[in-house]
């Protein structure tokens, strides 16, 4: 894999034991189904969801925004002790914030920032180009065989997991791609997240309350387990966060949560829509629930 990665992408169309567990208790990924995807995304911010396939990510704005998932991916990071010479994968690396952090834990070692939005990856690779020769980045489908060579040592991912739906595939796909007794540490959205948004989006527009995995700990365990890892331990953890109302709450929720169901909508009628979301929202906070994973490769 040369150090930029996205000429060995697999392409646009690809877008082309026993468990130790704390609680006993898994878009079609627009950008990376089979259903296809779009090249072009707009112009400007009326625009920017131009994509109505996939739902495509406003990859700048995500960067400027994402302060909540970039705190909890630091405290997710510090779960992954490294000694600084591995290799790890950074499953939905997004605009690479995060990966930054991760990188900067590897000074001897190299990261494989995966992610089947072209936009993101576009924005990791601005935002990571001082570290081009230690940067693998690949284009791919969690949902599907990963194409990154050789294993790895560990397997990271914040903020992700719950946009692909089969978890079952993801989890064989993640098992396949780390080294035996390598580890995985992650976190997503968890069951009850965003709860009251999904409240507020059945009362909206035609009611469609998007396509999430928002999985339970005990089910994920099971499915962990089930695809070859061992020392599972998932829990879930209760992340409200406020948002300053008005313009910055709109444009989170714009960039974020409501992106898939934006993407179905005719361009004129997007705006309203953010505006009555928000504005049917009992605060402007998002009762956010993360799905913690930490888990070891059997073998
Ligand atoms: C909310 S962003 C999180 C980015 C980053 N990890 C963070 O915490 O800021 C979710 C990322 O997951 C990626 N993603 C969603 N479904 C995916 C899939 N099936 N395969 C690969 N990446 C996917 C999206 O393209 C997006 O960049």
């Given at each position: 894999?040369?150090a930029?990665?996205?000429s060995?992408?697999?392409?646009?169309?690809?877008?082309g034991?026993?468990?130790?567990?704390?609680?006993?208790?898994?878009?079609?990924?627009?950008?990376?189904?089979?259903?296809?995807?779009?090249?072009?995304?707009?112009?400007?911010?009326?625009?920017?969801?131009?994509?109505p396939?996939?739902?495509?990510?406003?990859?700048?704005?995500?960067?400027?925004?994402?302060?909540?998932?970039?705190?909890?991916?630091?405290?997710?990071?510090?779960?992954?002790?490294?000694?600084?010479?591995?290799?790890?994968?950074?499953?939905?690396?997004?605009?690479?914030?995060?990966?930054?952090?991760?990188?900067?834990?590897?000074?001897?070692?190299?990261?494989?920032?995966?992610d089947?939005?072209?936009?993101?990856?576009?924005?990791?690779?601005?935002?990571?180009?001082?570290?081009?020769?230690?940067?693998?980045?690949?284009?791919?489908?969690?949902?599907?065989?990963?194409?990154?060579?050789a294993?790895?040592?560990?397997?990271?991912?914040?903020?992700?997991?719950?946009?692909?739906?089969?978890?079952?595939?993801?989890?064989?796909?993640?098992?396949?791609?780390?080294?035996?007794?390598?580890?995985?540490?992650?976190?997503?959205?968890?069951?009850?997240n965003?709860?009251?948004?999904?409240?507020?989006?059945?009362?909206?527009?035609?009611?469609?309350?998007?396509?999430?995995?928002?999985?339970?700990?005990?089910?994920?365990?099971?499915?962990?387990?089930?695809?070859?890892?061992?020392?599972?331990?998932?829990?879930?953890?209760?992340?409200?966060?406020?948002?300053?109302?008005?313009?910055?709450?709109e444009?989170?929720?714009?960039?974020?949560?409501?992106?898939?169901?934006?993407?179905?909508?005719?361009?004129?009628?997007?705006?309203?829509?953010?505006?009555?979301?928000?504005?049917?929202?009992?605060?402007?906070?998002?009762?956010?629930?993360?799905?913690?994973?930490?888990?070891?490769?059997?073998?």
């Amino acid at each position: 894999m040369p150090a930029d990665g996205l000429s060995e992408r697999t392409g646009l169309p690809h877008l082309g034991a026993t468990a130790r567990r704390r609680h006993q208790t898994g878009y079609i990924p627009g950008a990376a189904s089979a259903r296809g995807s779009c090249e072009v995304w707009g112009r400007g911010r009326a625009a920017r969801y131009a994509c109505p396939v996939t739902g495509e990510w406003d990859a700048p704005t995500y960067d400027r925004v994402a302060n909540p998932q970039t705190g909890w991916g630091a405290a997710v990071l510090d779960r992954l002790a490294l000694t600084g010479d591995e290799r790890v994968l950074d499953a939905g690396c997004g605009s690479g914030r995060i990966t930054e952090m991760l990188l900067a834990r590897l000074p001897r070692g190299r990261v494989v920032a995966l992610d089947a939005s072209g936009p993101m990856l576009e924005e990791a690779r601005r935002r990571l180009a001082g570290h081009a020769d230690r940067v693998e980045f690949v284009q791919a489908d969690l949902a599907r065989p990963l194409p990154i060579g050789a294993p790895v040592d560990a397997v990271f991912s914040t903020a992700t997991f719950h946009w692909v739906l089969d978890h079952d595939a993801l989890f064989r796909n993640l098992a396949a791609a780390i080294r035996p007794g390598g580890r995985l540490v992650a976190q997503c959205g968890g069951a009850g997240n965003i709860a009251s948004l999904k409240r507020v989006l059945a009362g909206v527009g035609d009611g469609w309350p998007g396509e999430y995995r928002f999985a339970t700990a005990a089910e994920t365990a099971e499915r962990l387990e089930a695809s070859g890892f061992t020392d599972v331990e998932t829990w879930l953890s209760d992340e409200p966060t406020r948002f300053e109302p008005g313009e910055p709450f709109e444009t989170f929720l714009e960039t974020v949560c409501l992106r898939q169901h934006l993407a179905r909508l005719p361009a004129e009628e997007r705006g309203d829509f953010v505006k009555s979301v928000a504005a049917r929202m009992p605060a402007a906070e998002l009762d956010y629930v993360r799905l913690n994973i930490v888990a070891r490769r059997a073998g």
